[in-house]
T-cell receptor, first 111, second 113 residues
Framework: EDQVTQSPEALRLQEGESSSLNCSYT??????LFWYRQDPGKGPEFLFT???AGEEKEKERLKATLTKKESFLHITAPKPEDSATYLCAVQAGSSASKIIFGSGTRLSIRP | ETGVTQTPRHLVMGMTNKKSLKCEQHLGHNAMYWYKQSAKKPLELMFVYNFKEQTENNSVPSRFSPECPNSSHLFLHLHTLQPEDSALYLC????????????FGAGTRLSVL
């Protein structure tokens, strides 16, 4: 069965304290892995798409990496405005119905 | 502003009421989606429309009835809902139904009493 698991469920960091969020997946025929950010009271906002093992993408303080079994979202020297829930999703086929989301990691950055 | 607008933002309804959620996208996309987001649960895809035609219905109860009159507008008609249907309902759109990048609205927070 296709599955996406995110850990930890919640993470509290001090401003400037780097860390990583994990997204483990079990899916047949990965087409793509997506990272989204969701702020309270808003819908998810697209961050990255990764397609193959070894691929990396960066945006400001965020860097996403992909292996054959998991993806990491590395946050370097985070700021309070990075506080949000980060969602991981995988697409297992060409159909949109094959998109599976994880439950998310709720990240809080203390000033 | 994501280019996807949902109304209303909040809705409280009784189990016997009939209401509708509206979604409009200004991005020129061809595919639109309805998702349900419950507390501490993953987003659940409900319906997919591609060029106004429904392409996916993920075993959603018939008390949820979608309508897509054109590629820019999507509705979710609600009737005789249950308290467990209380959730955040999100609309999204993408250029094509292969859905590589989806743009989400802010959602409608629904409470069923």
């Amino acid at each position: 069965e296709d599955q996406v698991t995110q850990s930890p469920e919640a993470l509290r960091l001090q401003e400037g304290e780097s860390s990583s969020l994990n997204c483990s997946y079990t899916v047949s025929g990965l087409r793509g892995l997506f990272w989204y950010r969701q702020d309270p009271g808003k819908g998810p906002e697209f961050l990255f798409t990764l397609y193959s093992a070894g691929e990396e993408k960066e945006k400001e303080r965020l860097k996403a990496t992909l292996t054959k079994k998991e993806s990491f979202l590395h946050i370097t020297a985070p700021k309070p405005e990075d506080s949000a829930t980060y969602l991981c999703a995988v697409q297992a086929g060409s159909s949109a119905s094959k998109i599976i989301f994880g439950s998310g990691t709720r990240l809080s950055i203390r000033p | 502003e994501t280019g996807v607008t949902q109304t209303p933002r909040h809705l409280v309804m009784g189990m016997t009421n009939k209401k509708s959620l509206k979604c409009e996208q200004h991005l020129g996309h061809n595919a639109m989606y309805w998702y349900k987001q419950s507390a501490k649960k993953p987003l659940e895809l409900m319906f997919v429309y591609n060029f106004k035609e429904q392409t996916e219905n993920n075993s959603v109860p018939s008390r949820f009835s979608p309508e897509c009159p054109n590629s820019s507008h999507l509705f979710l008609h609600l009737h005789t809902l249950q308290p467990e249907d209380s959730a955040l309902y999100l609309c999204a759109s993408s250029q094509e139904w292969t859905a590589e990048i989806q743009y989400f609205g802010a959602g409608t927070r629904l409470s069923v009493l």
